[in-house]
């Protein structure tokens, strides 16, 4: 049995009724926004389960929006985030998914498209008390809280990226608290996800990519 405490009952601080709908779906989007590397152009909201069905009533839609663009989930500008990524140039689509339900109730997809047309997707889920799971990044299965700093590396499953990744992490003093390879199948494109208790260095993704089997990595600092 996993433990509960009273901060899970009560919620994190946030605007909007729901520490479920609201925050959770905020924290989800700005756990997606840290994952994107670039000027955010388009984005567009799947929902699945409760979320499809009371998003506009909990203010899920106006939560996701403004954790995309970065917002807190105490931030008071999340009432107004429809007209602020208007004002920023940012196209959004919500739509309800009401026929699959093989899915956690608080679901999202979220799929980003930057200026230079890079598209991305992520699935999150709250699970209660503002608490999240992200457990898909571009149709490939992971899970991630995050609850520590991270960093996701996107590469191909060959021998040797593991250890060149460790070795690039213990020469810059990182302590890893948790690191889990997910893949598609063998040999195919795999993600690698480092958790740290501290502040990781800025320079890491400069580290690692001298690697030609990573592509990408993301830096997700809390």
């Known amino acids: 049995m996993s433990f509960i405490s009273v901060f899970d009952v009560i919620g994190p601080n946030m605007v909007g009724p729901s520490s479920s709908h609201t925050a959770g779906a905020c924290a989800i989007a700005c756990l997606a926004r840290k994952m994107n590397n670039g000027t955010l152009k388009d984005v567009t909201f799947t929902l699945y389960g409760s979320f499809a069905k009371t998003y506009r009533g909990h203010g899920t839609d106006r939560a996701l929006l403004g954790g995309i663009m970065g917002f807190a989930t105490d931030d008071i500008r999340i009432r107004d985030s429809f007209a602020i990524a208007e004002d920023q140039g ?13 899915v956690h109730p608080n679901t999202v997809d979220i799929r980003m498209e930057n200026a230079d047309g890079r598209v991305m997707t992520v699935r999150g889920e709250s699970t209660g008390g503002g608490k999240v799971r992200i457990v898909r ?8 809280t995050g ?4 960093v996701i590396i996107i590469q191909q499953d060959r021998p040797g990226v593991a250890a060149h990744i460790t070795k690039c ?3 810059l003093g990182v302590n890893i608290a948790f ?14 996800i480092v958790e740290s208790d501290e502040r990781l260095p800025d ?3 400069l ?10 990595v ?4 809390n």
């Open 90 to 102: 940012i196209t959004f689509t919500f739509i309800p998914n009401d026929t699959d339900t093989d």
């Open 137 to 144: 990044i571009n149709q490939v299965q992971v899970d991630f």
């Open 147 to 150: 609850e520590f700093n991270a």
């Open 169 to 171: 992490l213990s020469d």
């Open 179 to 192: 690191m889990r390879i997910f893949r598609e199948s063998k040999g195919e494109t795999a993600y690698t």
């Open 203 to 205: 320079d890491i993704p």
């Open 207 to 216: 580290r690692l990519t001298v690697n030609p089997h990573i592509h990408d």
């Open 218 to 221: 993301m830096l997700i600092q």
